[in-house]
């Protein structure tokens, strides 16, 4: 491991950057300036859910039409160009005059964090690496949890030594000054696959490259689709609606606080061990299991009485999330082959996107309703379950395919 961290550190630390660097485009990092953001433009929590999702769709739409970027414009060339653009959303976020003007920042906030920056980093991974791809994935997606992590308190540090809007302004600086011109530097060498079987195009399934409109009329594509939306949708909610359920179980915030501690350490623990995995047996040997605790960790809400139980909850939860970081990434080149990764890759970034703009509405609705959270949390194990017992059944077929007879 240390020889292929010194071999590749200039590669693993763009993608790296990339991940860490999307956490300025995150649900949690945009939504510790909730706060002042609705006192500022007079937005309830109803319009200020509603302009978020508006603004995570949109992104979506964008990230469906121009992530098959990362297949014809150099990286080193793009990621700087979103750096760019990522500060500018920031710089729009301190400014805002007006509502509009806050959810066109917000919508390039998405757009640029949630959306390319993650994009580039595991399109480039993807596609650089072959032999031992899985711990390329693993180490470049450790940019999330590092985020979660470390992030959270010196942003509310930062509010109260330059205030919410200062901090928004540091960022922009941090992205124009650093973030892009390190990626220039990182990204300005691109690299060819190794390995006993490396080839600069790899082919997926069936010894093919396929391009995205083949890929969606394949059946495999939407057979991936619940599978896909599962972990953005669930992850996303049990952040978005903590405060509810404080309220419902009885539980104070700062108590609950240590949870998030656990989940991102879960997340890392489980984003390396699925990269060594997807090395050693394969990627999609590991599908079957990758819904399992998630489903266990959410479940488990819904009886917990003591806050300790929060804390099991979303440290099995944290094990999904690093699961999913890793899978994706080395399961598509797979899948589809590298000639055509970016455009493929963006259609499951929408998909991912999407997830995280419908999940807070829909259990909010449903909240509104009289049925809490918690009692949602135990159908959404159930449907966990069901879905490992429908990624058994894909893997087998795609087995099949990988290896035909």
């Known amino acids: 491991m ?11 630390g763009g993608g790296l950057l990339l991940t860490f660097a999307s956490a300025f485009g995150q649900t949690w990092f945009i939504s510790l300036f909730a706060v002042f953001i609705k006192d500022q433009h007079g937005l309830s929590d109803g319009s200020w859910g509603s302009l978020y999702t508006a603004a995570t769709l949109a992104s979506a739409g964008l990230m469906f039409w121009r992530g098959g970027m990362a297949d014809s414009v150099p990286l080193s060339r793009l990621a700087p160009m979103v750096a760019l653009v990522f500060a500018l959303a920031a710089l729009g976020m301190a400014w805002a005059p007006s509502v509009a003007v806050l959810g066109l920042s917000l919508f390039l906030l998405r757009f640029c964090g949630q959306g390319m920056f993650s994009h580039i980093a595991m399109t480039a991974m993807g596609r650089w690496f072959e032999a031992r791809r899985g711990q390329a994935v693993s180490i470049t997606t450790l940019g999330h949890p590092a985020g979660e992590i470390l992030m959270p308190l010196l942003v509310v540090l930062l509010i109260g030594i330059l205030g919410w809007q200062g901090t928004w302004l540091l960022v922009a600086a941090l992205l124009v000054l650093g973030v892009a011109p390190l990626l220039c530097w990182l990204l300005a060498e691109g690299r060819d696959p190794v390995g006993q079987a490396a080839r600069i195009q790899s082919p997926g399934l069936l010894g093919r490259q396929w391009q995205r409109r083949d890929a969606v009329r394949h059946w495999l594509l939407p057979a991936l689709l619940p599978v896909l939306l599962t972990p953005g949708f669930i992850t996303t ?44 047996f394969g990627a999609p040997r590991l599908l079957p299991g990758l819904l399992v605790p998630m489903g266990l960790g959410v479940a488990l809400i819904a009886p917990s009485e003591s806050v300790t139980g929060w804390y099991l909850a979303l440290a099995v939860v944290g094990m999904t999330q690093g699961m999913a970081g890793s899978l994706w990434g080395v399961l598509f080149p797979v899948l589809y082959g590298t ?63 990988l290896n035909p007879a």
């Not at 240390?2 to 550190?9: A, K």
């Not at 952040?239 to 998030?260: D, S």
């Not at 703009?357 to 918690?374: M, Q």
């Open 2 to 12: 240390l020889s292929f961290l010194r071999n590749n550190l200039r590669w693993l």
């Open 237 to 280: 909610v049990i952040f978005f609606h903590q405060a509810h359920i404080a309220q419902v179980k009885g539980w104070t915030l700062a108590e609950m606080a240590p949870g998030y501690t656990a989940f991102g350490l879960s997340t890392v623990v489980a984003a390396f061990a699925a990269g060594w995995a997807a090395d050693r």
């Open 339 to 401: 000639a055509h990764l970016g455009a493929i890759r963006s259609l499951a970034t929408t998909i991912m996107v999407v997830s995280t703009a419908i999940g807070p509405g829909i259990t909010g609705i449903l909240i509104d309703g009289g049925i809490g959270f918690p009692a949602q949390a135990a159908v959404m194990g159930a449907w966990c379950a069901v879905m490992a017992l429908w990624c058994w059944m894909i893997t087998l077929r795609v087995q099949r395919d």
